[in-house]
């Protein structure tokens, strides 16, 4: 299994105008496809199960940038979607499977140094909304 990043140069004809760029920790900046979230900006090939992969690693990535209210909301959608019934296993989950894609990246040096910059930007943000996400997934 390996994730690739999809540059934005020559992306389904899209212009500077269908992105937004996002910062990534302190000395870097990706650019998010304003409307395809699912399959932009990373690739997860080699699995069985790539494209559901991709989609739930590229939902996260396209967060960057938003308020804690949507990561917490996306994260609660996703939770209500899985088999888990735990929220703090979801959570692990979630963060576990980031931290072993970053084992895995693939592309020139400055790719894999943002991409791995990126992965560890969504884990921050998971890890800094954990009671948020917990208190909004316990209400149903």
């Not at 894609?101 to 990126?118: A, F, N, P, R």
Request: hydrophobic content about 40%; aromatic content about 10%.
């Amino acid at each position: 299994m390996f994730v690739v990043w999809k540059r934005p140069d020559g992306y389904h004809d899209a212009t500077p105008a269908d992105f937004r760029v996002a910062e990534v920790g302190t000395n870097a900046r990706i650019w998010l496809h304003k409307g395809d979230h699912q399959s932009y900006p990373f690739r997860i090939s080699g699995g069985w199960q790539e494209s559901d992969a991709t989609q739930r690693l590229n939902e996260l990535v396209n967060l960057l940038g938003k308020s804690q209210d949507e990561w917490a909301a996306s994260l609660t959608k996703s939770f209500h979607h899985s088999m888990t019934d735990d929220p703090r296993a979801f959570l692990a989950d979630q963060l576990k499977w980031l931290g072993d894609l970053k084992s895995h990246l693939k592309g020139d040096t400055w790719e894999v140094e943002i991409m791995d910059q990126v992965i560890a930007e969504v884990c921050n943000q998971l890890t800094g909304l954990e009671k948020k996400f917990i208190s909004a997934a316990s209400k149903v």
